[in-house]
């Protein structure tokens, strides 16, 4: 099954940047398709949820602190997010 549609904002225009499938509207990203998986086989990715979340903290001051704890739920380990927490 192809992407056609960004599943964050519905917009069609999905552009290549750095190996991945961008939005051109929300910037949220895409793994591309991996040729040789089978129908049982899923890639979860999880990187495009933490960039955008990052971007809410940057954007939105006053829910950081919210936004940086659900990027720990999902990466304990993530810098990024912990210096919002300061």
């Keep these: 099954m192809m992407l056609v549609d960004c ?4 917009s069609k225009k999905l552009i290549k940047k750095d190996g991945f499938h961008v939005c051109a ?3 949220t990203q895409y ?3 991996v040729n040789n998986a089978t129908s049982s086989e899923t890639v979860i990715g999880i990187a495009s949820d933490i960039q955008v979340l990052l971007q809410k903290c940057i954007e939105d001051p006053s829910n950081r602190r919210r936004f940086a704890n659900l990027i720990l739920d999902i990466d304990p380990t993530n810098r990024e997010a912990k210096r919002f927490l300061l």
Aim: proline share 10%.
């Design 7 to 10: 599943e964050a904002c519905g």
């Design 25 to 27: 509207y929300c910037h």
């Design 31 to 33: 793994f591309p398709k």
